[in-house]
């Protein structure tokens, strides 16, 4: 079964800065997405980045882009010029694309990124 | 076009009860899966339907259950409710199962077991 591991449940970044948020996670697949969203507090999941395995090059969203080492297992996200409504849980996510599979989202921990103005 | 919508949004419960969480997808959606979300063990997948069947089921006991009508729309039930199923249950919607594309969550359904 895959696993995916946030090894920090809390950080926080000065108003302007980047940030970096740590995912790693277990599989023996070769075909599957990795995702973070964000939860902001007593809001809805969204989408944040998306990164395909099969993909070399780093996924970038404006402000967002991951560090994604496959064979390591690892996908940071960075955040840069970090806003206040950056605040938020973020959860990495693991989904494989193996045919059987359940298509299921595995999802981390979270972590929680204060932002201070 | 209008979001995952999942009622109620709140609710109290106490051991023994039973009940019935709704979610509406995005439209065109025909898959939707359901997740519990707690402090303790995070975001753990329930079940997911598409096309009135379901098509995967994660390692939750019976007494959870679920089912999609024709225009999508999902139900989960919760029978004989425990303290420990004090959670927020997040509905997302996805074009299909295998869909590679993201998922749509709802805000959720906090429920409170006393």
């Known amino acids: 079964a895959q696993t995916v591991t946030q090894s920090q449940p809390e950080m926080s970044v000065q108003e302007a800065e980047t940030v970096t948020l740590s995912c790693t996670y277990d599989?023996?697949?070769?075909?599957?997405?990795l995702f973070w969203y964000k939860q902001p507090p007593s809001r809805q999941m969204i989408l944040v980045i998306r990164q395909e395995a099969y993909k070399q090059q780093n996924a970038t969203e404006n402000r967002f882009s991951v560090n994604f080492q496959k064979a390591a297992k690892s996908f940071s996200l960075k955040i840069s010029d970090s806003q206040l409504g950056d605040a938020a849980m973020y959860f990495c996510a693991y989904r494989s694309l193996t045919r059987g599979s359940n298509y299921k989202l595995t999802f981390g921990k979270g972590t929680l990124l204060t932002v201070n103005p | 076009k209008a979001g995952v919508t999942q009622t109620p949004r709140y609710l109290i419960k106490t051991r023994g009860q039973q009940v019935t969480l709704s979610c509406s997808p995005i439209s065109g959606h025909r898959s939707v899966s359901w997740y519990q979300q707690t402090p303790g063990q995070g975001l753990q997948f329930l079940f997911e339907?598409?096309?009135?069947?379901?098509?995967n089921k994660g390692n939750f006991p019976g007494r959870f259950s679920g089912r999609q009508f024709s225009n999508s729309r999902s139900e989960m039930n919760v029978s004989t409710l425990e303290l420990g199923d004090s959670a927020l249950y997040l509905c997302?919607?996805?074009?299909?199962?295998?869909?590679?594309?993201?998922?749509?969550f709802g805000e959720g359904s906090r429920l409170t077991v006393l």
């Open positions: 339907y598409f096309s009135e069947t379901q098509r």
């Open positions: 599989t023996s697949e070769s075909d599957y997405y």
């Open positions: 997302a919607s996805s074009l299909r199962p295998s869909s590679t594309g993201e998922l749509f």
